[in-house]
């Protein structure tokens, strides 16, 4: 369902695109959607949506059945994801703006979700070798500030999962204290939850792909794609 391009064609003039049968998206992107085994008639959540990319992917998976909730605080990033989803074709998606990760309507689909993707919001530095200027725009207080919102958001989301469903944590950083830290902290406060195999679900799905222990981490200079972390839960 990949294809990697070679060279740098101007695909959002191509038929396939403007027909809505491809979109563009990092790898590591996609298979952070892989990771939440969302399938046809279930409930799912994006719970950091932004401009729809996984949203998409989620809904793909889904055959567009079922009912998928995009939810995100940036009323401009939703607004950018109007046109990707008329494109599509997905008529089982629900984009809402919220408030904040405890927003009313969230509320409302407490226990009742099969799986929650949270792509939380970051420091951005896996995606540093097509933006080398953030190592600039970084400092140590500003990750601070973001690992507290992740806490937070994380708690939020988890709320939201059914019994036996799935909970998929991620991030475009490598830094442990986004990713490793966040997930051990959420599950010694809930152990309810339990971590799967990243790489088992993956080759469940029938993707191959070099990794070690139980998250899922990319890196540029080992799968030539933005540095990504993921960790995926399990609500028992």
Not at 19 to 46: C, F, I, N, P, Y
Not at 58 to 65: E, F, P
Not at 141 to 159: G, H, K, Y
Request: net charge positive.
């Amino acid at each position: 369902m990949g294809l990697r391009v070679t060279g740098k064609p101007a695909i959002n003039k191509y038929r396939a695109f403007t027909e809505g049968r491809v979109e563009v998206q990092d790898e590591g992107s996609q298979l952070l959607g892989l990771l939440t085994g969302a399938k046809r008639g279930q409930m799912v959540v994006d719970f950091c949506a932004g401009a729809g990319g996984k949203t998409l992917l989620l809904g793909a998976m889904m055959n567009s059945s079922g009912r998928l909730y995009a939810f995100d605080v940036s009323e401009k990033r939703l607004n950018n994801f109007k046109p990707r989803l008329a494109r599509s074709g997905l008529s089982n998606v629900n984009a809402q703006l919220i408030s904040s990760e405890n927003d009313q309507k969230i509320k409302r689909l407490v226990g009742k979700i099969d799986a929650v993707l949270v792509d939380a919001p970051c420091s951005g530095m896996g995606t540093v070798r097509r933006n080398p200027d953030l190592k600039f725009r970084q400092n140590p207080a500003s990750v601070l500030e973001l690992n507290a919102m992740q806490t937070s958001i994380l708690a939020s989301a988890s709320r939201l999962v059914k019994s036996a469903g799935r909970l998929v944590y991620a991030t475009c950083s490598f830094l442990p204290s986004e990713n490793e830290a966040i997930v051990e902290a959420f599950l010694a406060a809930n152990p309810d939850f339990k971590l799967l195999d990243a790489p088992e679900l993956l080759k469940a799905e029938q993707v191959e792909i070099a990794l070690t222990g139980p998250y899922f981490k990319l890196s540029p200079h080992l799968h030539q794609a933005d540095a990504f972390f993921a960790a995926v839960m399990q609500k028992i």
